[in-house]
């Protein structure tokens, strides 16, 4: 099986900008979840889907919004960028079983 | 609210057994887990336990729960400079429930 998959690897953008981000999951896993690592903060949840609805949703602002699609891909969407949202984003899937698959994340540096 | 805490750093031998320590101090966490996170990666579910256990195996992975004292930890047998990482335990309430994550351990093995 595939692992989850996270595209793009690398991002620069400038402040003020949007970006998006996409995961596709493993092959038959229905949750998605976002979550955004930076040194200060670490691990922080962002939001989560299943079956396309956003089941769980993080203490973030309203920037941040994401959607998963009906082949459980996902893409998180962040708008006007600040240099604080510069991180590493990482996507992780789940169907049954025990514990997340994270994929290699996507490095955003906003400038 | 729920905290995971971790040491931030341990330097082992190759050889050596290691130990990596946390603590959670939300009583109904009922998944615990420990991740791996090599340099430039992503996170990978090394094994984890469930609150009604105390003990749970795995090759040279050895995961201890004290649920009274809300402590888990990780001892990894026969270290290999391989393992160097930053280490991660986290914690969820349910099977589907978001991950609270520590803030990493980094572990350090020297030949």
């Known amino acids: 099986k595939a692992g989850v998959t996270q595209t793009p690897r690398y991002l620069i953008k400038t402040r003020g900008q949007q970006v998006t981000l996409s995961c596709s999951p493993i092959?038959?896993?229905?949750?998605v979840s976002w979550y955004q690592q930076t040194p200060g903060q670490g691990l922080q949840f962002l939001f989560e889907?299943?079956?396309?609805?956003?089941?769980n949703k993080g203490n973030f602002p309203g920037r941040f919004s994401g959607r998963q699609f009906s082949n459980s891909r996902s893409e998180m969407n962040v708008s006007t960028l600040e240099l604080g949202d510069s991180a590493l984003y990482l996507c992780?899937?789940?169907?049954?079983?025990?514990?997340?698959?994270f994929g290699s994340g996507t490095r955003l540096t906003v400038v | 609210g729920e905290d995971v805490e971790q040491s931030l750093f341990l330097s082992v031998r190759e050889g050596d057994s290691s130990v990596i320590n946390c603590t959670y101090t939300?009583?109904?966490?009922?998944?615990l887990y420990w991740y791996k996170q090599e340099p430039g990666a992503g996170l990978q579910l090394l094994t984890y336990?469930?609150?009604?256990?105390d003990m749970k195996q795995d090759q040279r992975l050895t995961v201890l729960l004290n649920k009274k004292d809300k402590h888990l930890s990780l001892r990894i047998a026969d270290t290999q400079t391989g393992d160097s990482a930053i280490y991660f335990c986290?914690?969820?309430?349910?099977?589907?429930?978001?991950?609270?994550f520590g803030k990493g351990t980094m572990l350090l093995v020297s030949p």
């Open positions: 336990i469930f609150s009604n256990m």
């Open positions: 992780a899937s789940k169907d049954g079983g025990y514990g997340y698959t």
């Open positions: 939300d009583s109904s966490s009922t998944y």
């Open positions: 092959s038959g896993h229905r949750s």
């Open positions: 889907y299943f079956s396309e609805t956003q089941r």
């Open positions: 986290a914690e969820s309430i349910q099977e589907y429930s978001t991950l609270t």
